[in-house]
DNA sequence: GTTTCAATCTCGTTG
DNA sequence: CAACGAGGTTGAAAC
């Protein structure tokens, strides 16, 4: 794999890297001691510090400090990426359209530049997802009661899809609201809001929630509603999440 | 500032830096052939590749690919790394409790290792959110129509808080919904409920939704319902938005 | 600690 | 292209 690195270059050495970089579309890494503006959706100022700096080929621009997981400031792939050297200080510039926003790195030092190209077609596999959950209960009706039938998945109503519908044992309309993680009192007012699209039903409807946990407020409205909860996780059996992996690249 | 590289390092130099760096809780920055696991909120495998990888002192460990903003696979701060050499294979743990979850970076070989040393205390000043939203409104009344008053912002409903209650001209109630970004049905479905919360009053209760613009959808149920749509984006003039800043250390 | 909610959310899918 | 919803969401504030 082909990678540059340069040590403490001067600026002028390190415009023309990060020149070369952007032109062949690599993934380039900074530690520099900058500022950073950013105008946009929001707007923000950080004064001079010592940052960790990633700039992808495809756009992506990421400002990291030297703790948190999240980036102090950033721009969203597809962003147009230009640099200038001006009074021995290097700004590089992150613009995009819609939304309107501009990402401003002033660099006064640049301690390690690097940037190596090389293209990474896989996909990740990942399992525990509501999707996941979906499926597993299409596939098994039985896990939410003995003659449980589905009658459809994701029916639409005036507030949104429903997860599932189905009927019960003795026919009653149940509506299931799924959670892969611990439910709050959200998901029991949307269950609610489901319940209440069939309203002028003569029968009465079932509403139940199904998730592998759920807050005590949550549980106190299900029961003020007589509706139910039912305990169960997403299953984390892997499979391929998307199916356009390019495996000729290897 | 201390700053170590190592260019194609054999496994064994590799592992004795990353060793170094982790016991020195220094910054460090990784190109390698790799592939990875998750195990914990969910399940996820990644195979070889070759990926850039960060990871801080306070335990953030980040796995980017060469494309998109996010990374594809993370441990938050305060995850614990330990890193062991197998068979010419480096393998990275990084393990949490509480949710119980661990990363595992299966490294094959390393193009780049780096690490350096570095505090960056400088605290970001931003704007520009629904906070900002409220404290200007309710500084500037005006600001939503000649003779509106709050009477109380975060105003606890059955369905949630109200952003701002106030009364018109007239003297009629008037529920504020605020949105920093366009808004959408929700919000306009947020802002119904709201109002229904006085549907036991005679009066007609006004329902307004306060925001930069508004989707197509969302403007024709405002209008179905009779709510107003006022349009009006966060202010953006700078102020430091954390109060621990530790300036001592510069 | 747990729960709730905004976010420069991001990212995919769908119409 | 815009809109909608899930996410290992993250992160902060409120309780």
Same mark, same amino acid.
């Given at each position: 794999?082909?990678?540059?690195?340069?040590?403490?270059?001067?600026?002028?050495?390190?415009?023309?890297?990060?020149?070369?970089?952007?032109?062949?579309?690599?993934?380039?890494?900074?530690?520099?001691?900058?500022?950073?503006?950013?105008?946009?959706?929001?707007?923000?100022?950080?004064?001079?510090?010592?940052?960790?700096?990633?700039?992808?080929?495809?756009?992506?621009?990421?400002?990291?400090?030297?703790?948190?997981?999240?980036?102090?400031?950033?721009?969203?792939?597809?962003?147009?990426?230009?640099?200038?050297?001006?009074?021995?200080?290097?700004?590089?510039?992150?613009?995009?359209?819609?939304?309107?926003?501009?990402?401003?790195?002033?660099?006064?030092?640049?301690?390690?530049?690097?940037?190596?190209?090389?293209?990474?077609?896989?996909?990740?596999?990942?399992?525990?997802?509501?999707?996941?959950?979906?499926?597993?209960?299409?596939?098994?009706?039985?896990?939410?009661?003995?003659?449980?039938?589905?009658?459809?998945?994701?029916?639409?109503?005036?507030?949104?899809?429903?997860?599932?519908?189905?009927?019960?044992?003795?026919?009653?309309?149940?509506?299931? +609201?799924?959670?892969?993680?611990?439910?709050?009192?959200?998901?029991?007012?949307?269950?609610?809001?489901?319940?209440?699209?069939?309203?002028?039903?003569?029968?009465?409807?079932?509403?139940?929630?199904?998730?592998?946990?759920?807050?005590?407020?949550?549980?106190?409205?299900?029961?003020?509603?007589?509706?139910?909860?039912?305990?169960?996780?997403?299953?984390? +059996?892997?499979?391929?999440?998307?199916?356009?992996?390019?495996?000729?690249?290897?």
């Amino acid at each position: 794999m082909l990678l540059k690195i340069e040590h403490n270059p001067t600026n002028l050495e390190a415009t023309e890297l990060i020149n070369e970089a952007i032109s062949k579309r690599a993934f380039m890494i900074l530690v520099v001691c900058c500022k950073v503006n950013y105008e946009g959706r929001a707007t923000s100022k950080l004064g001079f510090g010592e940052r960790t700096v990633l700039i992808k080929g495809d756009g992506s621009f990421i400002i990291h400090q030297d703790r948190n997981l999240e980036p102090i400031n950033w721009q969203p792939p597809r962003t147009k990426i230009g640099v200038k050297l001006e009074d021995d200080v290097i700004k590089i510039m992150g613009k995009r359209r819609k939304p309107k926003e501009q990402l401003e790195l002033v660099i006064r030092n640049v301690h390690l530049i690097s940037y190596h190209l090389g293209s990474d077609t896989k996909d990740i596999e990942l399992a525990g997802y509501e999707e996941d959950m979906r499926q597993m209960i299409m596939d098994n009706p039985e896990l939410i009661e003995k003659g449980f039938r589905p009658t459809s998945k994701e029916y639409q109503t005036p507030q949104g899809f429903i997860d599932i519908l189905g009927k019960d044992d003795a026919g009653k309309l149940v509506v299931l +609201e799924l959670k892969s993680r611990k439910a709050g009192v959200n998901a029991v007012k949307q269950l609610l809001r489901y319940v209440d699209c069939f309203s002028d039903n003569k029968e009465f409807v079932r509403g139940i929630l199904v998730s592998p946990s759920i807050t005590e407020e949550a549980k106190e409205i299900l029961n003020e509603y007589q509706m139910e909860h039912i305990s169960l996780s997403p299953p984390k +059996e892997l499979k391929v999440k998307s199916s356009t992996t390019l495996d000729y690249f290897f």
